[in-house]
Structure formats: C-alpha cells, structure tokens
C-alpha cells in the first residue's frame, strides 16, 4: 500500500475545510484509520496558515504508505513560519503549536523564489508509537 495525490485549492476561506474533507477521503479510501481525525486537524491549521498569510493557491500533497502519512501543504510564498507571542485570547497563532504537539514529525521546506511547505508525519496505528496513540 503506497498512494501519492496533490490537491489544489484557491487561496479561500472554505479551502481548509475542502482540503480536511478530501485528506479524510483518501486515508478512508486507502484503507488507513484511526488517525484521520488528527490528520483532518492537522490539515486544516496548514492551509488556513497558508490561506491567511501567503494568500496563494495552496497544493496539498498526501503521501500514504503502510506505516506512515504524510502530508505537505505548499504555497507560492517563499517566507517561512515566523510565529510570533500568543496572547491567552488571540484567536489566531497556535496553529504550528498544534501541528508541534499531535505530529509523529513536521517541518518547514522553503524553495528559493518558489515558495514553501510545511508537511506533518503521522504514524499509521499499529506501525508504532506517536501522540495519543
């Protein structure tokens, strides 16, 4: 079991969503459980990253294998993640923390003049150890 898609979504509020669904999809499609909900979460905060603040299309690319998920949001902005404070009633900034703390793995590829991604791992359950798992 291997499976390579890339997602393509405008740089819209409802992408995130759209870009949860279809990762959902095809972990169901592929025969993979237990994480989606986590996946689904973790999604969701890197296009919205990527809807907020690179205002590009985004490409999401989802990499199933027999042990692992991997999944790569990419924009056409070239500046990586600055987080910055989090203020105890901000709405927004916690997103990286989030994709920090339910990720096996994660970080950030930026491309010179060509954009970045940032990717999560989530072992598969059962393939070996990995937050609430």
């Not at 995130?16 to 909900?37: F, N, Q, T």
């Not at 973790?42 to 999401?60: D, F, I, K, M, R």
């Not at 790569?72 to 902005?77: E, G, I, L």
């Not at 910055?84 to 990720?103: D, T």
Request: glycine share 10%; net charge negative.
């Amino acid at each position: 079991m291997s499976s390579v898609s890339i997602l393509h979504f405008p740089p819209s509020t409802d992408s995130p969503r759209r870009a949860r669904h279809d990762v959902v999809e095809l972990l169901h499609r592929s025969g993979v459980g237990g994480i989606d909900d986590i996946a689904a979460l973790l999604t969701s905060e890197l296009v919205t990253n990527s809807v907020l603040h690179a205002g590009t299309p985004v490409a999401v690319r989802c990499e199933i294998d027999e042990d692992r998920v991997r999944v790569a949001v990419s924009d056409d902005n070239p500046a990586g993640l600055q987080p910055g404070p989090l203020e105890e009633m901000a709405e927004h900034g916690r997103g990286v923390q989030i994709v920090s703390a339910l990720a096996d793995a994660w970080g950030t590829d930026v491309a010179e003049d060509d954009g970045k991604s940032v990717w999560f791992e989530l072992a598969v359950r059962g393939s070996g150890p990995g937050p609430g798992r």
